[in-house]
């Protein structure tokens, strides 16, 4: 079984949101991975939640505009968390089980270019 994947860098998803729920509804991928998403935590899970998917969310960090990331798996798939060693802020990652008991590690990171990387 072949599954379909995809990537969006949203700049502010929240503002978009009636868009992409209506590409999701066309297109209908396994996996959806935003990046630039801007929410924080003032936007609840629920404004952003798809039917039909699992949402693993990391807000940007609390001292700066822009940032955040999502990651929409279907349901079917059975995602679970996964949370790496380093400390990357803008990082969500999960395991996705196959059919054949192999376990999957996904994920969707963003760095803003004026990030310091030396301390991963």
Partial sequence: MTHSLTHLNARSLIGKFDLFTAW???YSP????VTETWANTDI???ELALAGYDMFRQDEPVNRAGGGVLLYV???LQATVYEP???FP???WCNISSSSA???LIGVCYRTPNSDMVHL
Avoid: A, P
């Fill in 74 to 76: 279907k349901n079917f």
């Fill in 85 to 87: 060693s380093v400390s």
């Fill in 30 to 33: 396994d996996v959806i991975g």
């Fill in 90 to 92: 803008e990082q969500i």
């Fill in 102 to 104: 192999d376990t999957i």
């Fill in 44 to 46: 609840l899970d629920s």
């Fill in 24 to 26: 999701v509804l066309n």
